[in-house]
Structure formats: C-alpha cells, structure tokens
C-alpha cells in the first residue's frame, strides 16, 4: 500500500524531482521526455489544474503520477499537446489504477499516449498504436546504411531533392539546436498555416500552447531541453521541427516547412539533417510518435513502439456520466482510425475543408 500525497508541480522539492530524474535515467521506456519533471513543471506554470501525486511507501518514493484535474476528471498534463503519459516509478513498483484515482481525489483519468510497461493500464486501454522510431544509438553512419537497406527509394529521392534545391536555390545547410526567437517564431506561423491548409485544429491559435513552447525551447540542461532544428536555403530558413529531448530521446513534436518550396520536399530533408544533428550531439533515439498513415514516419523508422489510449474510470456516478457523455465519440473515433479506408476519407475531407477556408 502507498501513502499518496497531491501537490502542485512548483510545491515539488529539490530531493523530490531528483529522484524523478532518477527513476527515468534508470529505466529506458520512460526516458521520453514528456515525462519529465522539466515538462510537468512548464506546464504547471501555464495551467494551475495540474497536479502530481507523489506515491511513497516504507523504501521511499515509490513514483510520481502528473495529471491535469477538471471537476473529478483527469487528463493528462499538456494533453492536446502531450505524446507520452503515465506512472514515472521506480523499477519493480506497482500500483492500482483504481486506488491511485481514489487518493487524487479523481474519478475518471484520461490518457492518449500511454507509454509501455504500464500493466496497472492494460484493461482501460481502448486502442494501440504503433509509434515510428528511429535508432541513432550506433551513430550516424550506421542508421544511414540501414536506411539505405530498408527504404532505398526514400533515400535516394530524398537526397536527389536535396541536391536539386542546393542547384536551383542555394547552398543548403543546417542546425540542430537555434537560440533564435524570431525564427522559432517563424517556425509556428509555418504550423499554423499548415494546421489551417489541413482542416485541423492550430495549436498555436491557444496562448497556452505558445506560452509553454517558448519556456520550453529555454530550457537546455543534460536532462532536458527543447530543441529547435533548422534548415536553411542559401541562408534563408526554409523548413524546421520543434521537440523536446531528454538525455537519450528526442521526440518529434512540431515540423512544418514554407510551401514556396513544397515541391523540394524540404520537411524530409530537413528529419534526415535533424537526425544527423542529434546522433552527432549523443542522443540514441528520435521518436516521431505514430507512425501508421504517414509514409514518411515509415520510411524513417528503424522500429515500432506501442502507445495507447484509453480511459480509467472508478465505479461512481460522475465516471458513469462522464461515459455517457464520451464513450459514442470514442467510439466513432476508435472506428475511423482502425479502418484505413475511413481514416483517408476523413482525412481528404479534412484537407479539402481546409483548403477552401483558407482562399
């Protein structure tokens, strides 16, 4: 049995996120950096819903569990934006979903991005995916030669393009980690664009949003930081992607790239330039999240982790209302992503809406 106490991520001690620190450096499948202490504690700083319980027994600190709470209802911290959650434990903790809810005081925790390992989860899980890694662990040479085994063609157009760019454009060069406010500002209006060109919701159309990325892109420390990547064009940015690393992980957030140059395909040039620049500063993996129906992600990926989402809901009256009220979108949800067919079709309606919104 663990004592469970809630606090505030600004209320955590020094000792506390040390041994946070800790439990992630000691296991590798929650090394991701969105479990970091560093990102519940940004978060905190933008949204005074977040909380962390902090679970101890007889031996110590047993793991933090980071959640947003709203009225009895949990979610993830961060998680419009989030692409990993769960309990950061010790090796060998277990825990009771059920009872772990109950000492937060929530009645229903939401998650869309469980990270692996996590048995207290398996029987609320609703869906399973397959997240696009790429293994840097071995250096650069060694992933480009397994790249060029297993996805040639990719390769081959990839770097023709690049050289087609250089010939009819510029010089092209690159740059792992920018301090440059302007063009991290650039980068966004980019997303933005592309959000809006897709039909899809823009992340950076919420002040939140902005405001935790840039405390996030200020943060560079060896456990933590974000990172922005650069491509450039006769030295004019042309394409970028901002994500979070931790000591081994980057994740692959925001990429986005200026449509005067589509047809260069510069974002795919740009991951290969990024990839290159973080084997070369020692990170072991970059983790481009799902991958299924972006052939890119595919194309990149040396192997598959899984994630899932799902929901946990206690036996009381609010969880049952908060079923009747979710549980149909869900499951419409959960129809469309599981057939391909159905998820292109909504995915070129999308597109087509989005194009005519933004004439």
């Keep these: 049995m663990y004592e ?72 993830a911290v961060g998680a419009w934006v989030s692409l990993c959650q769960g309990v950061v434990h010790r090796p060998g903790a277990s825990f009771d979903a059920a009872a772990l809810l109950r000492a937060c005081g929530l009645h229903v925790w939401e998650f869309g991005c469980l990270v692996a390992r996590q048995p207290w989860f398996d029987p609320y899980v609703t869906l399973t995916q397959d997240a696009a890694v790429l293994d840097l662990a071995d ?26 760019l250089g010939r009819d454009v510029g010089e092209v060069t690159s740059a792992f980690a920018v301090d440059s406010a302007e063009e991290f500002r650039l980068l966004r209006a980019w997303k933005s664009e592309q959000y809006r060109r897709n039909g899809r919701a823009d992340r950076f159309g919420r002040p939140w949003v902005v405001e935790l990325v840039e405390r996030l892109h200020a943060v560079d420390s060896k456990d933590f930081g974000g990172v922005l990547s650069m491509l450039y064009v006769g030295g004019t940015p042309v394409a970028g992607h901002f994500g979070l690393r931790s000591r081994t992980t980057l994740i692959g957030w925001f990429p986005a790239y200026d449509p005067r140059f589509a047809k260069y395909s510069p974002g795919l040039i740009q991951h290969l330039r990024m990839a290159e620049g973080a084997a070369e500063a020692g990170l072991e993996t970059i983790d481009l999240s799902v991958g299924a129906g972006y052939e890119y992600k595919e194309a990149l990926a040396s192997r598959s982790v899984p994630i899932s989402e799902g929901v946990v809901r206690r036996r009381t009256g609010r969880a049952g ?23 292109r079709l909504a995915d070129r309606a999308l597109k087509t809406y989005g194009r005519r919104r933004s004439r």
């Design 4 to 75: 469970v106490g809630v606090l505030r991520p600004g209320e955590l001690s020094t000792s506390e996120i040390d041994a946070w620190r800790d439990m992630q450096r000691g296991q590798s499948h929650l090394g991701n950096p969105f479990l970091s202490p560093d990102f519940t504690l940004a978060m905190g700083e933008v949204d005074r819903r977040v909380r962390v319980a902090v679970a101890r027994d007889d031996d110590g600190i047993a793991g933090f569990f980071p959640y947003e709470e709203r009225s009895g209802v949990g979610a």
């Design 139 to 164: 250096g650069w040479p060694a992933y480009l030669r397994e790249l060029r085994g297993r996805s040639p063609k990719f390769l081959k157009s990839t770097q023709y393009k690049e050289r087609k």
């Design 321 to 343: 209302l908060h079923w009747a009220r979710t549980e149909p979108v869900r499951l419409a949800r959960r129809a469309v992503l599981g057939t391909p067919a159905i998820h």
